[in-house]
């Protein structure tokens, strides 16, 4: 997901509550990028539920994008005011953005399929390369910049271990 409170979770819809409650049984502790999976029914209907029953309504949906939107645009003014006299520092990033991703601070144990499972959630994925003799950096490519850059602002800082909080950039042109 993309916001802070709901990273790390997925929801997965079944078709059948028999089939959805032997997955929660069978799967309820696996071991996921080295953490237990925590596996619990929706507390309400998805969108697809929803549409089936013939009570879907994206009014609510549109609502929340577009104060999302809304929200973004105030948002940089605010970070923007700086002292009288002073003029506001803006962050330049170290690279421009760019469709291949740089990853850094990675632990020892990290596979190229680890990478993949983590990068293909996001559209535009291509590929992930390991750097021979260098455990702790990759490169991830995507099809365009934009994409790229989602995926960037969606996984960084994301911990494949407990103590090894990944850090991604742009890669260099």
């Known amino acids: 997901m993309k916001t802070m409170k709901m990273r790390g979770q997925a929801f997965v819809v079944f ?14 502790g696996f071991p996921f990028y080295n953490k237990p999976m925590r596996i619990q029914y929706a ?37 923007q005011v700086a002292a009288p006299g002073v003029s506001p520092v803006l962050q330049v990033p170290d690279n421009p953005p760019n469709y291949i991703l740089f990853l850094n601070n990675l632990p020892q144990e990290t596979t190229e399929m680890m990478l993949s499972m ?17 455990h702790d950096i990759a490169f991830v490519e995507f099809c365009g910049d ?21 850090n991604i950039s742009y890669a260099r042109k």
């Open 15 to 28: 078709k059948e509550l028999t089939a959805a409650t032997n997955a929660l049984r069978q799967l309820q």
């Open 43 to 79: 507390k309400t209907d998805s969108e697809v539920i929803s549409k089936v029953k013939g009570q879907f309504s994206d009014k609510e949906k549109k609502k929340e994008k577009k104060k999302k939107a809304q929200e973004l645009l105030i948002a940089p003014q605010k970070d």
């Open 118 to 134: 983590l990068f293909n959630q996001f559209p535009g994925f291509k590929e992930v390369r390991l750097v021979p003799g260098k």
């Open 146 to 166: 934009a994409q790229a850059g989602v995926a960037k602002d969606a996984l960084q800082g994301f911990r494949i271990t407990a103590s090894c909080a990944m």
